[in-house]
């Protein structure tokens, strides 16, 4: 079946070391990506990928980067983990903006320690 | 500013009875998508249905049904024959122009 897949599923690092989250599909879409969804919150758009073209939320932290080194991939880097960024990350993809329907993946939830 | 509000933080139906979860929103365009999307405890955010702003038939899907009043700028879900597996939390969404803009969530727990 085709889908969005998130890797891994939970993980865990410690305050201030660098970690990297990954982020698949198999839908072949043009778009993906990344939202953070603290506890009890709504999830909130860090950035997203139109095929290649980059596109960062005004209020996203710089220490929030993301790579997509092709259609399939995309990954989220946190380059200095700190206690406030312990949330759900979540990936999703659309066939377009605008209107297309975002499908997302199962989340990887991230511990800081 | 486009704002999405759920008024309701939690909602209580027995098995097999019908609930609406209210989805208020608030947007000076003209064209725009509204969503509403499950999240079962295990984190993972589910499509339930779509309505686009210019479509004039609400849309339904299996026991999804979306409650679609433009004037009002209301878009309510309505699960029938509510079952177990239905308790998550529902997340009712905006998408203008590239984002999806979420509400609050409100939480539905399906009892036998």
């Known amino acids: 079946d085709a889908m969005v897949i998130q890797n891994p599923r939970y993980q865990v690092t410690q305050f201030g070391k660098p970690v990297t989250l990954s982020c698949s599909q198999t839908l072949n879409h043009n778009v993906m990506y990344w939202y953070q969804q603290k506890s009890s919150q709504a999830p909130k758009l860090l950035f997203h990928y139109y095929d290649k073209d980059f596109n960062n939320e005004a209020d996203t932290p710089d220490n929030f980067q993301s790579r997509r080194p092709n259609t399939s991939f995309c990954f989220l880097d946190i380059r200095s983990p700190g206690l406030g960024d312990a949330a759900m990350y979540l990936c999703a993809t659309s066939r377009g903006l605008y209107t297309d329907t975002q499908y997302f993946g199962p989340g990887t939830r991230l511990t800081v320690l | ?112």
């Open chain 2, 1 to 112: 500013a486009q704002k999405i509000t759920q008024t309701q933080p939690g909602m209580f139906v027995q098995e097999k009875e019908a609930v609406t979860l209210d989805c208020t929103y608030d947007t000076s365009d003209q064209s725009y998508g509204l969503f509403w999307y499950k999240q079962p405890s295990s984190g993972e955010m589910i499509f339930l249905i779509y309505q686009g702003s210019y479509d004039e038939q609400n849309a339904t899907e299996g026991r999804y049904s979306l409650n679609f009043q433009k004037a009002r700028k209301s878009a309510n879900l309505v699960i029938s024959a509510s079952q177990l597996g239905d308790s998550a939390m529902y997340f009712c969404a905006m998408i203008r122009p590239d984002k999806l803009i979420f509400g609050t969530g409100t939480r539905l727990q399906v009892f036998p």
